[in-house]
């Protein structure tokens, strides 16, 4: 499914060149304490195609409902967010909140004919200090640039513990696109999506329902496809906007182009994806879950999640014991029929579990010396269909604890 990438930017990294044509700002507005950015701002210099997927939890965000407004009333050209409070759980006082903090940033940028989408992540409940960013916006549009990007992936932090950023360089013949990819994420981490805001970039032009039904497919197979703690959240956003600056257009009926462009774009939301669950509250270890021979893809999905939602088995892997049974018994109550006899299950290379019985003692010296790497894969046989699926997870320990229990004190 996915490789193991390079491991987080740190403070002194210089990022790649953005997408042609976006400018970032990230500043403090007085959300958050000691100086910290709360506030963000991507622009792009020309009207943008736009497409979205938002959570699925039924308790969302007021920045949800006003974004997918903004998508339905024409092209984006910015989004602007807040880190600290997620503006969810606040009545009409949070829409009309997000409302006129887009409408507001319009018109600080100077723009009339296309929309700004809002985004808000961070503690539930308490209404955003709509003043306080009102008077930041005319420092957050000043501070616009193209080099300030990494400003935008640390403003965008809560319980984070590094940015999140990718980028791809494609070439078409003598030319070449971007696709730039921003994230934040680390707990409530679940599909549909997470506590995850992703925003995609690209230069790049190419249909709007071509963009809709390709990003879609991205998504599922990356931030769908992650679980650090079972809890889905109320704001997640995944956005890419194409403005098309590259003066390259893609046509759907140019399926090497199209391969291409859909190769690059999973890279991008599949290593975001990695760096959530690496950065996952108090994670020690990424661990691949990869389900074969299921009787169909949504069967293996669906046992992969079981097993990833496991806090005995998530456990087990912060204290790197491979203790398979754990795994065996998620995999019975997932609500998918099994035939034990036929299920086999490995820690990385190492067998534990030969079609349902175990194998020699000795193996579990071997398996847990793969637990010790920071990212490893468990492979499930099923022995029943040709459905598969993969799902990435972390692992449990008592810094999960501390980080929430004391979330809002």
């Known amino acids: 499914m996915r490789q193991p990438f390079k491991l987080a930017y740190d403070k002194k990294t210089t990022l790649p060149k953005s997408a042609n044509g976006y400018q970032f700002a990230g500043i403090h507005c007085g959300i958050k304490n000691k100086g910290q950015k709360d506030l963000a701002l991507i622009y792009s210099e020309v009207p943008a195609k736009a497409v979205a997927c938002f959570t699925k939890n039924q308790v969302q965000a007021a920045p949800i409902h006003q974004g997918r407004q903004a998508l339905q009333s024409g092209p984006l050209q910015a989004i602007i967010i807040n880190s600290g409070i997620a503006n969810v759980v606040t009545g009409k006082r949070g829409l009309e909140d997000a409302q006129k903090i887009a409408q507001k940033t319009q018109k600080t940028l100077g723009f009339t ?233 490995y820690y990385g290379n190492t067998c534990l579990l030969k079609n349902g019985s175990p194998t020699p003692f000795k193996n579990e010296k071997k398996a847990s010396q793969t637990m010790k790497d920071f990212y490893f894969k468990i492979k499930v046989e099923l022995g029943l269909g040709t459905g598969s699926a993969s799902v990435l997870t972390s692992d449990l320990g008592y810094e999960y604890v501390r980080i929430n229990a004391e979330y809002r004190t």
């Open 113 to 345: 004919k296309s929309q700004v989408l809002m985004s808000s992540t961070g503690k539930v409940g308490g209404p955003l200090p709509r003043t306080k960013i009102l008077n930041a916006l005319p420092q957050l549009v000043e501070e616009l640039a193209s080099s300030n990007l990494k400003h935008v992936a640390q403003a965008i932090m809560t319980t984070d513990r590094f940015i999140k950023v990718h980028q791809v360089k494609v070439k078409v013949g003598s030319q070449s696109y971007h696709i730039t990819g921003i994230a934040k994420g680390a707990g409530m981490i679940e599909p549909h999506m997470a506590t995850m805001l992703a925003y995609i970039l690209t230069d790049l032009d190419a249909p709007l329902p071509y963009l809709r039904r390709v990003f879609k497919k991205a998504v599922d197979a990356s931030f769908n496809r992650i679980s650090v703690d079972g809890d889905c959240s109320t704001n997640d956003t995944a956005l890419l906007m194409a403005n098309g600056l590259a003066k390259i257009k893609l046509s759907a009926q140019n399926k090497k182009a199209c391969n291409q462009f859909e190769k690059a774009l999973d890279e991008v939301c599949q290593a975001l994806a990695y760096r959530m669950v690496q950065d996952g509250e108090g994670a020690t270890k990424v661990v691949e879950l990869e389900i074969s021979g299921a009787r169909s893809n949504q069967a293996a999905q669906k046992i992969a999640y079981s097993i990833a939602q496991s806090q005995l088995v998530k456990t087990s892997f912060f204290g790197e014991d491979p203790n398979w049974g754990r795994v065996a018994v998620a995999m019975g109550y997932a609500g998918e029929k099994l035939d034990l006899n036929k299920v086999s299950i």
